[in-house]
C-alpha cells in the first residue's frame, strides 16, 4: 500500500500517566493505574460528561483523546462531518475478561449489563459520536500493531471521496492496565506545523 | 426501612458510577430517571441485576420496573414487600 501523505492539523498522546498535545505535556500524574489517571484528567480538564465514569477503560482512554482534540473545533450548532477512524491491537479484551470472570461461577451467576454494552472496542466510538453529536463515518480496526500507513490512506480517502470534513484517527489500546492512545485530525488542507510530518513519525516521537 | 433506603442509595452510587453524587444529594422522593438521577436504560437493567442479586427477587415482568424503580422510596417498599434474602 502507497502512503498518501495526511494533513495532520493537531495530535495526541496519552501513555505512561501523560498527556502530551501536539507535543507539549498537557498532564501529568504520579505514577498510578489507569482508572486513577483517567480520573485526575477528567477533573483537571473540568470535563462535566458524568457519563465518563460508566464507560470502560478503552472508552475512557479514547474519550480522554477525542474530548481534547475535538471540543476545540466541533460546532454545537452546525453538523460535524468529521470521521472516526480508530485501531487497536487487543480489541475489548480488557472488558471482555471482566465480564467473562463475571459469569464463569454459575453458583453466583449474575452478568452487568453495564459491562456488557463495552464488549465491543467500536463502543468507544459510539461515545465520542454520542458525545460530539457526530453522524458520520466511523470504524474501528484490529492490527497485530500500529499501522500508521493504513490509518494514514483509509482517512485520505474519506476525505477525497468527501465522505468527511475531517477525520480523526488513530491508535487507542487498552489491556491489563497498560494504554497507549495516540490520536490525529487529518484535513485535506495542509498544516506548516505538521508538513514534514507524518502519522508514523508523530506516533514514535 | 431508614436503613434500607440508606442501602440503596449506597448501592445505587457504588454500582451504577455515579462518581459526582453522594448519599445526601439523593432524596427518598427523587425520580431515579428523567429529571433526578438521570439514570439510562443501562441503569435500570443494573437496579434489576441488584434486586436479584441482594435480595433474590426476579423480576418476570421488566414492565413493573417502572413503578418499582421511580424512587428510593417505592425500591424500599417493594423490596421490603418481597425480598427472599
Known amino acids: 500500500m502507497t502512503q498518501n501523505k495526511p494533513n495532520i ?3 495526541i498522546k496519552i501513555e505512561n500517566n501523560e498527556i502530551v498535545l501536539n507535543g507539549t505535556s498537557a498532564f501529568k500524574t504520579e505514577p498510578t493505574d489507569f482508572a486513577d489517571f483517567a480520573k485526575q484528567a477528567y477533573r483537571n480538564f473540568e470535563m462535566q460528561y458524568p457519563k465518563f ?42 472488558t471482555d475478561v471482566k465480564y467473562q470472570e463475571s459469569i464463569s461461577d454459575k453458583e453466583n451467576y449474575f452478568p452487568s449489563p453495564a459491562v456488557f ?3 465491543l472496542p467500536n463502543i468507544c466510538l459510539g461515545e465520542i459520536s454520542i ?7 466511523n470504524s474501528f480496526f484490529i492490527f497485530d500493531a500500529f499501522n500508521g500507513e493504513f490509518l494514514s490512506n483509509y482517512s485520505n480517502i474519506l476525505l477525497n471521496t ?34 514534514n510530518e507524518n502519522i508514523n513519525t508523530l506516533y514514535h516521537k | 426501612m431508614e436503613a434500607l433506603k440508606e442501602e440503596l442509595k449506597n448501592k445505587i452510587i457504588t454500582t451504577l458510577n455515579l462518581e459526582d453524587i453522594a448519599v ?38 421488566p414492565k413493573e420496573g417502572k413503578s418499582i424503580f421511580q424512587s428510593i422510596e417505592t425500591m424500599a ?6 425480598r427472599t434474602k
Open chain 2, 24 to 61: 445526601e444529594d439523593i432524596a427518598d422522593n427523587d425520580p431515579l430517571f428523567g429529571d433526578g438521577l438521570g439514570l439510562d436504560s443501562i441503569d435500570a437493567l443494573e437496579l434489576i441485576v441488584i434486586l436479584d442479586k441482594d435480595y433474590g427477587i426476579k423480576l418476570v415482568d
Open chain 1, 53 to 94: 465514569f460508566k464507560m470502560d477503560a478503552l472508552s475512557k482512554l479514547a474519550f480522554l483523546g477525542s474530548e481534547l482534540l475535538l471540543s476545540p473545533i466541533t460546532s454545537t450548532e452546525d453538523e460535524n462531518n468529521i470521521a472516526l477512524v480508530l485501531a487497536n491491537k487487543s480489541s475489548s479484551l480488557d
Open chain 1, 162 to 195: 468527501n465522505k468527511a470534513d475531517l477525520v480523526l484517527c488513530g491508535w487507542t489500546e487498552f489491556f491489563n492496565d497498560n494504554y497507549k492512545a495516540f490520536l490525529c485530525i487529518i484535513s485535506a488542507a495542509e498544516n506548516e506545523n505538521y508538513k
Open chain 1, 131 to 137: 458525545r460530539h453529536q457526530l453522524k458520520s463515518e
Open chain 1, 117 to 119: 454494552v463495552y464488549t
Open chain 1, 9 to 11: 492539523q493537531s495530535y
Open chain 2, 77 to 82: 417498599s417493594y423490596i421490603s414487600a418481597n
